[in-house]
């Protein structure tokens, strides 16, 4: 066929995009436009997932505000051009929403399935229906666990629109898996399609895994070498467009003006930036990072922002976040700072409002001034207030709070459910130590220092801490140990030495393998029978879960704390049943004693979780470092002044706690932790976990394709692809995949895919069967019939082409219609044929040609009485949508609006968002029409006799 821009096409994986126009041809590629949902899709001419759409006589077409029913088609200049009752159309005109099928056409011709496939693609089509109008669609084959303060802030912000926030909860309570959660729901109903993601250079990778592990989201690297690679075909060509989805250093692309301009002309509906307060900013300048992001945040909806800087070490450096996500709200830096110390000042009432301990005279004036404009309200704080009158004067202050709008703040002894920490510190003895072992351990240290770890000699099979190391593995018997250490280096140094020494049963875990072994060697630890002991490099650190050991092994000790909470991280999780081991070592007398010193008695970083980490690392860093040097020396009064600097560290930790404890803001956190969206995602995540239909339904999917299964735990299965019949099948390029239906068997396990309906190998097999026509027509006998009996079951699918941004789908997805109507043209709905009747046709062979006249005669009317019904039908299905879309939307603007009028947070762009939003569903729902998907003939044996 030849192609030619105004061609039309329908996507053969999405068809609810509608009709799409060819708009242009470029070498081997194409662009097909499907306007009404605002999509544009580029295409490798060859091998393009989209068919033509090609009407034939009989059937009716709309465009330019008329219709007809097709006489006569011909050709002009490549493009189809329909003719009927005096008037005609050009495909080019043709209305986006019009309907195709073939399905009708093969059960005439005779090119019909077993009635099975019938039963399999209405049950792929009912099943896929239920599971993209759940609140949990895009998070349920997610690797996470169900946690209430994670799932709450998902789905308060997934809610938002436009959705600008801040996350910053504590670190270790999961800021990175909450905006992961967000995404991957905003783009699994199309809320978003472009996303440019934001890292320190450190990060890139850790959040690269986490994305792709977590949430099966495939993002694009970009650097100076990737650009300029695009940049060689087409000079002109802005890279930043070559992808929807973008991670980047924010370095990179802050230092270089070409890069950061080509960056924010490539448009994006969604920026996430993690690490936000590194942005600097003041009244008088900002530094080239925040102006990056700062225009980025002026031309982009949707913005999250990413830190675990408390507000109260930094008002201006957190003022400066906020203007970033609400210019208009936070313009003024003193104003600002006013109107933060009031609501802190506020605290103290709130918590005498949640335990439940009486009001002074005082704190009910204050109370009375800030709830002056609600009778009700001031009349319930002049009287005793129980339980319920709390919990409604709580209510009213969130409602009112300044930051509560924006920011989500979550803390560890709110949250709770995180283990006890028990330090397991030895100190050896360092007159012990020979130079040359001395001079190895500063080395060692210098080298622990640097960005990148510089190669040096690794001496192991006689290092002094060795002895140690044996003795815990010994000691230790048969429990799991997690070793983390500085670099690749340490990690193969150290296996080598094992090899020799201990028999324990090692795995390793470094940057210099590939994903995929990791991965194998990850799950050989996890297993019961497999490695006691995994050996980690810094990587090791960076986003995984090993909550399954306890026992976590220092062999070195980084010197930012947050590194350490990081390693600490990798066991120290919601979830842990035991105590956190920490066992680290060091001798005395050397520059890693000072540290270790350092963080037990300066930060009490070994027990708890300090938040004030990275400022008493830039107050103290320096002089520790250096202290740290002259210790190893044996300098005169090193340790007096190494002593001092720890007390000045222990004093700044507890005035930094008390700072921060003291102005904390107990609305914000409330804010945070009382909605109870939580239990929406939970109990729709918790119900597709417990759904054992689904995972049978899935495997009998991909029987359909070739592939086998073989089960090798409780809910886990080994796909085996030996026998696979298409190349198109997702996610089995490297052979057979072993899978779970298992959530905490896939947190144990990370090489483990979980398989729900959203998972991008399900989706794919769905759209393989869906877009092609098996099972879409079909031709039973059903002797259980009465005499003289023929029945047409027909599925229609309900489809709505709207913009993709709209979400249309959380209210009306492409929902099975079936109808099935008899030779007399009544409706038959109640009819199903049973199991043995269906598995009984499939040994029964039928001469279709015989009956095809018979067919001819009688589907066609049959056929048109039932697009009557389920056009009745689809009015019953949009009313039902429109209510739901009431209900959510409707109140939410509702609430809004009421809100504005005492929370100077909520923003007028953002109430106007929301009604354009209401609009636009109330404009496209009532739109959706049916589609006829597939049908079948039933009858009784005598039927065939009498045709």
């Given at each position: 066929?030849?192609?030619?821009?105004?061609?039309?096409?329908?996507?053969?994986?999405?068809?609810?995009?509608?009709?799409?126009?060819?708009?242009?041809?470029?070498?081997?590629?194409?662009?097909?436009?499907?306007?009404?949902?605002?999509?544009?899709?580029?295409?490798?001419?060859?091998?393009?997932?989209?068919?033509?759409?090609?009407?034939?006589?009989?059937?009716?077409?709309?465009?330019?505000?008329?219709?007809?029913?097709?006489?006569?088609?011909?050709?002009?200049?490549?493009?189809?051009?329909?003719?009927?009752?005096?008037?005609?159309?050009?495909?080019?005109?043709?209305?986006?929403?019009?309907?195709?099928?073939?399905?009708?056409?093969?059960?005439?011709?005779?090119?019909?399935?077993?009635?099975?496939?019938?039963?399999?693609?209405?049950?792929?089509?009912?099943?896929?229906?239920?599971?993209?109008?759940?609140?949990?669609?895009?998070?349920?084959?997610?690797?996470?666990?169900?946690?209430?303060?994670?799932?709450?802030?998902?789905?308060?912000?997934?809610?938002?629109?436009?959705?600008?926030?801040?996350?910053?909860?504590?670190?270790?309570?999961?800021?990175?898996?909450?905006?992961?959660?967000?995404?991957?729901?905003?783009?699994?109903?199309?809320?978003?399609?472009?996303?440019?993601?934001?890292?320190?250079?450190?990060?890139?990778?850790?959040?690269?895994?986490?994305?792709?592990?977590?949430?099966?989201?495939?993002?694009?690297?970009?650097?100076?070498?990737?650009?300029?690679?695009?940049?060689?075909?087409?000079?002109?060509?802005?890279?930043?467009?070559?992808?929807?989805?973008?991670?980047?250093?924010?370095?990179?692309?802050?230092?270089?003006?070409?890069?950061?301009?080509?960056?924010?002309?490539?448009?994006?509906?969604?920026?996430?930036?993690?690490?936000?307060?590194?942005?600097?900013?003041?009244?008088?300048?900002?530094?080239?990072?925040?102006?990056?992001?700062?225009?980025?945040?002026?031309?982009?909806?949707?913005?999250?922002?990413?830190?675990?800087?408390?507000?109260?070490?930094?008002?201006?450096?957190?003022?400066?976040?906020?203007?970033?996500?609400?210019?208009?709200?936070?313009?003024?830096?003193?104003?600002?700072?006013?109107?933060?110390?009031?609501?802190?000042?506020?605290?103290?009432?709130?918590?005498?409002?949640?335990?439940?301990?009486?009001?002074?005279?005082?704190?009910?004036?204050?109370?009375?001034?800030?709830?002056?404009?609600?009778?009700e309200l001031t009349g319930l704080i002049a009287s005793p207030l129980d339980a319920a009158g709390s919990n409604r004067l709580l209510d009213a202050l969130i409602d009112r709070h300044g930051t509560g709008r924006a920011m989500f703040r979550n803390r560890r002894a709110q949250v709770g459910g995180f283990p006890r920490r028990v330090p397991r510190l030895t100190t050896l003895d360092g007159s012990e130590l020979d130079d040359?072992?001395?001079?190895?351990?500063?080395?060692?240290?210098?080298?622990?220092?640097?960005?990148?770890?510089?190669?040096?000699?690794?001496?192991?099979?006689?290092?002094?801490?060795?002895?140690?190391?044996?003795?815990?593995?010994?000691?230790?018997?048969?429990?799991?140990?997690?070793?983390?250490?500085?670099?690749?280096?340490?990690?193969?140094?150290?296996?080598?030495?094992?090899?020799?020494?201990?028999?324990?049963?090692?795995?390793?875990?470094?940057?210099?393998?590939?994903?995929?072994?990791?991965?194998?060697?990850?799950?050989?630890?996890?297993?019961?029978?497999?490695?006691?002991?995994?050996?980690?490099?810094?990587?090791?650190?960076?986003?995984?879960?090993?909550?399954?050991?306890?026992?976590?092994?220092?062999?070195?000790?980084?010197?930012?704390?947050?590194?350490?909470?990081?390693?600490?991280?990798?066991?120290?999780?919601?979830?842990?049943?035991?105590?956190?081991?920490?066992?680290?070592?060091?001798?005395?007398?050397?520059?890693?004693?000072?540290?270790?010193?350092?963080?037990?008695?300066?930060?009490?970083?070994?027990?708890?979780?300090?938040?004030?980490?990275?400022?008493?690392?830039?107050?103290?860093?320096?002089?520790?470092?250096?202290l740290a040097e002259q210790h190893a020396h044996g300098g005169e009064d090193a340790d007096s002044e190494l002593d001092a600097l720890i007390a000045d560290s222990r004093a700044s930790h507890e005035e930094l706690s008390a700072l921060v404890n003291a102005g904390r803001d107990r609305l914000l956190e409330l804010a945070s932790s009382r909605q109870s969206h939580a239990e929406r995602l939970h109990r729709a995540l918790a119900?597709?976990?417990?759904?054992?239909?689904?995972?049978?339904?899935?495997?009998?999917?991909?029987?359909?394709?070739?592939?086998?299964?073989?089960?090798?735990?409780?809910?886990?299965?080994?796909?085996?692809?030996?026998?696979?019949?298409?190349?198109?099948?997702?996610?089995?390029?490297?052979?057979?995949?072993?899978?779970?239906?298992?959530?905490a068997t896939a947190l144990a396990r990370e090489d483990l895919p979980l398989l729900r309906m959203d998972h991008p190998m399900v989706n794919g097999a769905l759209d393989l069967l869906l877009e092609g026509e098996q099972g879409n027509a079909s031709f039973l006998v059903d002797d259980t019939l009465p005499a003289r009996t023929a029945l047409l079951e027909c599925i229609h699918v309900l489809v709505c082409v709207a913009d993709?941004?709209?979400?249309?789908?959380?209210?009306?997805?492409?929902?099975?219609?079936?109808?099935?109507?008899?030779?007399?043209?009544?409706?038959?709905?109640?009819?199903?044929?049973?199991?043995?009747?269906?598995?009984?046709?499939?040994?029964?062979?039928?001469?279709?040609?015989?009956?095809?006249?018979?067919?001819?005669?009688?589907?066609?009317?049959?056929?048109?009485?039932?697009?009557?019904?389920?056009?009745?039908?689809?009015?019953?299905?949009?009313?039902?949508?429109?209510?739901?879309?009431?209900?959510?939307?409707?109140?939410?603007?509702?609430?809004?609006?009421?809100?504005?009028?005492?929370?100077?947070?909520?923003?007028?762009?953002?109430?106007?968002?929301?009604?354009?939003?209401?609009?636009?569903?109330?404009?496209?729902?009532?739109?959706?029409?049916?589609?006829?998907?597939?049908?079948?003939?039933?009858?009784?044996?005598?039927?065939?006799?009498?045709?």
């Amino acid at each position: 066929m030849a192609l030619v821009p105004g061609q039309r096409f329908i996507s053969n994986a999405e068809p609810e995009l509608g009709l799409g126009t060819m708009i242009r041809l470029e070498g081997r590629n194409v662009q097909v436009l499907f306007a009404t949902a605002g999509v544009l899709r580029r295409y490798a001419a060859h091998s393009a997932p989209i068919s033509r759409a090609e009407f034939r006589i009989g059937q009716k077409v709309i465009g330019k505000g008329i219709s007809l029913v097709i006489e006569r088609v011909e050709q002009a200049e490549g493009l189809l051009v329909y003719h009927g009752a005096g008037k005609s159309l050009n495909e080019a005109e043709l209305d986006d929403t019009q309907a195709i099928s073939s399905a009708d056409e093969r059960l005439v011709s005779g090119r019909i399935d077993r009635a099975d496939r019938f039963d399999l693609r209405l049950e792929a089509l009912l099943r896929r229906a239920d599971a993209r109008r759940s609140p949990a669609w895009g998070l349920e084959s997610a690797r996470i666990d169900l946690i209430p303060h994670q799932l709450r802030v998902a789905e308060m912000a997934a809610s938002r629109s436009p959705l600008r926030i801040l996350l910053a909860d504590e670190v270790g309570l999961g800021k990175t898996i909450e905006a992961g959660m967000i995404l991957a729901r905003l783009l699994a109903n199309g809320r978003v399609g472009r996303v440019l993601v934001l890292l320190p250079e450190s990060l890139v990778y850790q959040w690269f895994v986490e994305l792709l592990r977590r949430f099966n989201l495939q993002f694009s690297l970009f650097d100076e070498e990737r650009c300029e690679s695009i940049e060689t075909s087409d000079p002109t060509r802005n890279p930043f467009q070559d992808e929807q989805l973008v991670m980047a250093s924010i370095g990179f692309l802050s230092g270089s003006e070409k890069r950061a301009s080509q960056v924010i002309a490539a448009g994006w509906d969604l920026v996430i930036v993690d690490e936000a307060h590194h942005l600097a900013w003041s009244v008088e300048s900002a530094s080239p990072q925040y102006t990056l992001v700062e225009t980025l945040a002026s031309t982009t909806p949707g913005l999250i922002l990413l830190t675990a800087t408390p507000e109260q070490l930094g008002r201006s450096g957190h003022f400066a976040r906020l203007r970033l996500l609400d210019p208009a709200r936070y313009h003024d830096l003193e104003t600002y700072v006013v109107e933060a110390d009031g609501f802190g000042a506020l605290s103290g009432i709130v918590g005498k409002l949640v335990e439940g301990q009486p009001l002074s005279v005082g704190d009910c004036r204050e109370l009375a001034q800030r709830l002056g404009d609600d009778e009700e309200l001031t009349g319930l704080i002049a009287s005793p207030l129980d339980a319920a009158g709390s919990n409604r004067l709580l209510d009213a202050l969130i409602d009112r709070h300044g930051t509560g709008r924006a920011m989500f703040r979550n803390r560890r002894a709110q949250v709770g459910g995180f283990p006890r920490r028990v330090p397991r510190l030895t100190t050896l003895d360092g007159s012990e130590l020979d130079d040359g072992q001395r001079q190895h351990l500063l080395a060692e240290f210098h080298a622990d220092l640097q960005a990148t770890a510089p190669e040096i000699e690794l001496p192991y099979a006689s290092d002094p801490r060795l002895v140690w190391l044996l003795d815990i593995i010994e000691r230790l018997g048969s429990e799991k140990l997690l070793l983390i250490c500085r670099s690749q280096a340490k990690v193969l140094a150290l296996e080598e030495v094992l090899r020799t020494r201990s028999g324990v049963k090692v795995a390793r875990f470094h940057e210099g393998m590939s994903l995929l072994q990791r991965d194998r060697n990850a799950a050989y630890f996890a297993d019961a029978e497999g490695a006691r002991l995994l050996l980690c490099s810094e990587i090791g650190s960076e986003g995984r879960n090993f909550q399954f050991a306890h026992n976590l092994l220092l062999w070195d000790l980084p010197l930012d704390p947050d590194l350490l909470e990081q390693r600490i991280g990798r066991l120290d999780r919601i979830g842990q049943r035991h105590d956190i081991m920490i066992h680290a070592c060091a001798f005395s007398g050397t520059a890693q004693h000072a540290l270790m010193r350092w963080f037990d008695n300066g930060l009490d970083a070994f027990r708890s979780s300090p938040s004030d980490g990275r400022e008493l690392l830039k107050r103290f860093g320096g002089q520790l470092v250096q202290l740290a040097e002259q210790h190893a020396h044996g300098g005169e009064d090193a340790d007096s002044e190494l002593d001092a600097l720890i007390a000045d560290s222990r004093a700044s930790h507890e005035e930094l706690s008390a700072l921060v404890n003291a102005g904390r803001d107990r609305l914000l956190e409330l804010a945070s932790s009382r909605q109870s969206h939580a239990e929406r995602l939970h109990r729709a995540l918790a119900e597709a976990d417990a759904n054992l239909a689904n995972d049978d339904f899935i495997l009998r999917l991909f029987e359909q394709f070739g592939v086998e299964n073989e089960e090798h735990a409780p809910r886990t299965v080994v796909l085996d692809p030996e026998y696979l019949s298409t190349e198109g099948f997702p996610g089995l390029k490297d052979g057979a995949q072993k899978v779970t239906f298992d959530r905490a068997t896939a947190l144990a396990r990370e090489d483990l895919p979980l398989l729900r309906m959203d998972h991008p190998m399900v989706n794919g097999a769905l759209d393989l069967l869906l877009e092609g026509e098996q099972g879409n027509a079909s031709f039973l006998v059903d002797d259980t019939l009465p005499a003289r009996t023929a029945l047409l079951e027909c599925i229609h699918v309900l489809v709505c082409v709207a913009d993709r941004s709209l979400g249309v789908e959380r209210y009306l997805p492409p929902l099975p219609l079936r109808i099935v109507i008899d030779t007399r043209l009544l409706a038959r709905n109640e009819y199903s044929p049973s199991a043995d009747v269906v598995r009984r046709a499939a040994d029964r062979e039928i001469e279709l040609a015989r009956y095809r006249s018979l067919l001819t005669k009688l589907v066609k009317p049959m056929l048109a009485h039932a697009e009557t019904l389920a056009r009745e039908r689809t009015q019953i299905e949009i009313g039902a949508a429109l209510a739901a879309v009431e209900r959510d939307l409707g109140q939410e603007q509702d609430r809004l609006i009421a809100l504005a009028r005492v929370n100077p947070a909520v923003r007028e762009e953002e109430i106007q968002a929301l009604a354009d939003e209401l609009e636009a569903l109330r404009s496209a729902i009532p739109m959706a029409t049916p589609r006829l998907d597939a049908v079948r003939f039933i009858c009784s044996p005598d039927f065939l006799r009498l045709g």
